[in-house]
């Protein structure tokens, strides 16, 4: 653990010390790495280099006053990547979702496989939810929680929300015609009670040339804290299995020839 500079500007990271093919782990909005890195990260560190880092604002990383923008969190990452100096498996939760598919749309030479975990493409695809309240005392736990990690402290719990927010209502603005550049096998992940609508999830794999789907019976759009173990073992077969999978009656998938389905 350490900080590197990343897009101008000194940024918490984590980076793995396991030999094996690198990992990185995007958390989503309002949070850090730190949940990622011990629910998830933990138990795939025996296969790849798990790596992760804090965006502007974020857990360990403090914030400026620009405004926060799904395309300044991938110049981030892509960053971040360039410092591995190698193509990285991306596994992106909520808004760190959001922000693995613009890289791979950015820079696909740097990511060999995604997984996309309760994602959207434009706000119109979350649910309608009770906003993050500014006030109250949901806020304050959460403002303390921020302040434990948060170089800016405490105080600048409600800018980094009310910047949050902003973003939430307003980006990302993403088609699936986006997403059909994207030849990466991905696989897209759900909780059966997501925030995001299992409509656009669905919308979203039968998009991607490459995709699959899991929608994680009993949980949330918090499906990585809620079923980590089950989350776990879908994603290390997913980034073990072929690329293409061969299945007896394939439908919407495409059916390749024996011997390419790693091409």
């Known amino acids: ?11 918490w990271v984590s980076i793995g010390r396991t030999a ?41 990383t403090a914030d400026t006053p620009a405004p926060f923008h799904y395309d300044d969190m991938a110049s981030e990452t892509i960053a971040f990547l360039r ?25 696909p030479e740097l990511v060999r496989r995604l997984v996309v975990v309760g994602g959207n493409l434009t706000p119109a695809g979350l649910e309608e939810v009770p906003p993050f309240p500014l006030r109250g005392p949901v806020f304050e736990r959460w403002a303390e929680r921020f302040g434990r990690l948060s170089p800016d402290g405490p105080a600048h719990a409600r800018a980094v929300a009310r910047k949050s927010l902003r973003l939430f209502a307003t980006e990302p603005s993403l088609a699936e015609s986006h997403l059909r550049r994207v030849t990466h096998p991905t696989l897209v992940m759900g909780g059966d009670d997501d925030s995001t609508r299992l409509e656009h999830l669905m919308a979203m794999y039968r998009a991607l040339p490459r995709g699959q789907l899991a929608i994680v019976p009993g949980s949330s759009h918090a499906l990585l804290a809620e079923r980590p173990a089950l989350c ?11 690329a293409v999978p061969r299945t007896y009656q394939p439908i919407r998938r495409e059916v390749r020839p024996p011997g390419t389905e790693g091409q």
């Open 1 to 11: 653990m350490g900080t590197l500079t990343l897009d101008g500007h000194p940024t």
């Open 20 to 60: 094996g093919p690198d990992l990185v782990l995007l958390h989503g909005g309002l949070s850090s790495s730190g949940g990622l890195l011990r629910r998830i990260g933990g138990r795939l560190h025996d296969r790849y280099r798990v790596s992760a880092f804090d965006r502007r604002g974020h857990g360990r």
């Open 83 to 107: 410092h591995l100096g190698r193509p990285a498996h991306l596994v992106g939760h909520s808004d760190g979702a959001i922000v693995a598919l613009l890289v791979a749309l950015r820079t």
């Open 232 to 242: 776990a073992r879908l994603i290390g077969e997913f980034l073990r299995g072929p």
